[in-house]
């Protein structure tokens, strides 16, 4: 790669690039048309930074930009932020400081451990038998080696793992001594966690459980769930991993799995018992049982059967709402059905009958109801005045969200997370919610409880969200800038983005 000396002189380039391509300059054109072959029209600001990347010899502009910083940095510096990318999974950034630095995983202990070096590592303990506890950068060495997400490129690093693991435990490393979750944390997050919750490396986590790891780490079970399939929940289950009093079953009900759900029940998961749902940061908020969520979270009467067959009480209210008029104002048609079948109670307020009129996309019923009944309003619960932040999420939920702002709910009110509809919307890359609350005018820059604004939600989302590849996260990210969405540099937002995002904000950051 013929890496240019600095990115503000890239950047020059492209601004006069496209600058030569307005004015029809021969040259200018011939180098968009040997890229693009036809010419943009107009040129972009991100079509001429791709170009210079890709006549550097790199494949877009964020990887050009990549290269240019990686190349900047000190060794230990870049040592730093291998150790960050290979705990991350983010191989772009791997690969590119070992092109720079082929031995950089040599350079010290933790990245011996997290690439596997065996020889090396092993080397490092024999002349120096403490490394085997000291940490490195408040990161216990089997931390390092744990959460490490090698073993995705190469199939033979599980083994070497092991051994390094065995290794470490001869040394003296506690096979249970955890890193903070964040920077100065009290909160930890164990070994375990990070082979399995965190890198999904399922050999790894097996063989620290056989060597004694605690399965009861409050994270493993519950991040296991996540997985693309059932076996870390197995294997935790299989070493008596508790699911009582932990929050792992409700989220097996967060995935429309009937048989995840049924391996939680055959291994003794309550049916009946309740998840307080309140945040201290947030609100109060009543005890969930397993069939609420279920209703709430939208899952299939299959799973509701399931629920049912193990005992769940169909009687028992949430937010003093009985679990058919939950499902009905959620719009749970099946689940309601499952729930008059087997003999639940179906009564239903005229409060209750207007939101399920509003699910069920009766717009005229729900006029016609709030005309006779006006005070019904004054039955709406919390749930349902923040219910657009989940049902934001989903592209079919457009029609609702449409009918419940004409009702008069805010679009401004937030619900999980403190988190507005419009930041829901963002994080799934649903364009068109985002667009229809942008049309609203809702406060663009409102922030949720982790600090972030809509436009830093859909540039998170776009790497990060577990749907992504169902989102349209350009073109929400070009919405949202374009109606005043403040670019913050200082929040992470050129950094957190998919090449494609990034390549916009760019863009956006350098009009030239």
């Known amino acids: 790669m013929d890496t240019p000396r600095s990115l503000e002189h890239a950047r020059k380039s492209a601004k006069r690039l496209k600058k030569r391509a307005a004015a029809g300059d021969a040259d200018a054109v011939a180098r968009l048309r040997a890229e693009f072959g036809e010419l943009p029209t107009p040129a972009t600001h991100a079509d001429c930074l791709h170009v210079v990347a890709r006549e550097a010899g790199a494949p877009s502009w964020p990887r050009l930009k990549l290269a240019v910083e990686t190349a900047a940095l000190s060794r230990e510096d870049r040592a730093i932020r291998l150790a960050r990318a290979i705990a991350n999974g983010a191989f772009p950034v791997v690969d590119r400081l070992l092109e720079l630095d082929p031995d950089l995983p040599d350079a010290e202990f933790g990245l011996q451990l997290a690439f596997a070096r065996s020889e090396a590592a092993l080397a490092t303990l024999a002349r120096d038998p403490a490394a085997a506890t000291r940490p490195i950068r408040d990161r216990p060495p089997l931390c390092c080696l744990a959460f490490s997400h090698l073993h995705k490129r190469d199939a033979k690093a599980p083994a070497r793992q092991i051994a390094l693991l065995d290794a470490l435990l001869a040394g003296g490393a506690e096979i249970d001594r955890g890193m903070p979750a964040e920077p100065g944390s009290a909160d930890m997050l164990s070994p375990l966690y990070g082979a399995l919750g965190h890198a999904g490396n399922l050999a790894l986590a097996e063989a620290l459980l056989v060597r004694g790891a605690n399965p009861n780490d409050n994270e493993s079970l519950y991040h296991a769930t996540e997985l693309e399939t059932l076996d870390g929940v197995r294997l935790l289950l299989a070493h008596n991993a508790r699911i009582a009093g932990t929050n792992a079953f409700f989220r097996m009900l967060d995935h429309d799995s009937a048989e995840g759900v049924r391996l939680f029940l055959d291994h003794g998961a309550d049916a009946n018992e309740g998840l307080n749902t309140a945040h201290p940061h947030i609100h109060s908020a009543p005890v969930r049982m397993p069939l609420h969520h279920a209703i709430l979270r939208g899952r299939s009467a299959s799973i509701g059967a399931l629920l049912l ?77 923040t219910r657009q932040t989940e ?118 950051l350098e009009p030239g």
């Open 309 to 385: 067959d193990h005992g769940a009480d169909p009687a028992v209210p949430y937010d003093g709402r009985s679990p058919y008029a939950l499902a009905m104002v959620c719009g749970n048609r099946e689940m309601a059905d499952l729930l008059h079948a087997r003999g639940a109670a179906t009564d239903l307020s005229d409060t209750e009958r207007f939101l399920a009129m509003i699910m069920a996309g009766d717009a005229a019923g729900a006029r016609r109801l709030l005309a006779e009944r006006p005070g019904l309003r004054d039955g709406l619960t919390r749930f349902d005045l």
């Open 391 to 508: 049902l934001a999420a989903f592209a079919e939920s457009l029609p609702v969200l449409r009918l419940m702002a004409e009702l008069g709910f805010d679009p401004n009110r937030k619900g999980e997370s403190q988190a507005p509809p419009i930041q829901s919307a963002a994080w799934w890359g649903q364009a068109e919610i985002v667009e229809f609350y942008i049309g609203l005018g809702v406060d663009l820059e409102s922030e949720n409880m982790f600090g972030g604004t809509a436009l830093g939600t859909a540039i998170h989302g776009s790497m990060n969200c577990p749907g992504r590849e169902r989102g349209d996260y350009p073109r929400c990210v070009a919405s949202l800038v374009e109606a005043g969405a403040r670019i913050l540099p200082d929040r992470g937002h050129m950094e957190m983005g998919s090449e494609e995002v990034t390549a916009y904000l760019e863009e956006r």
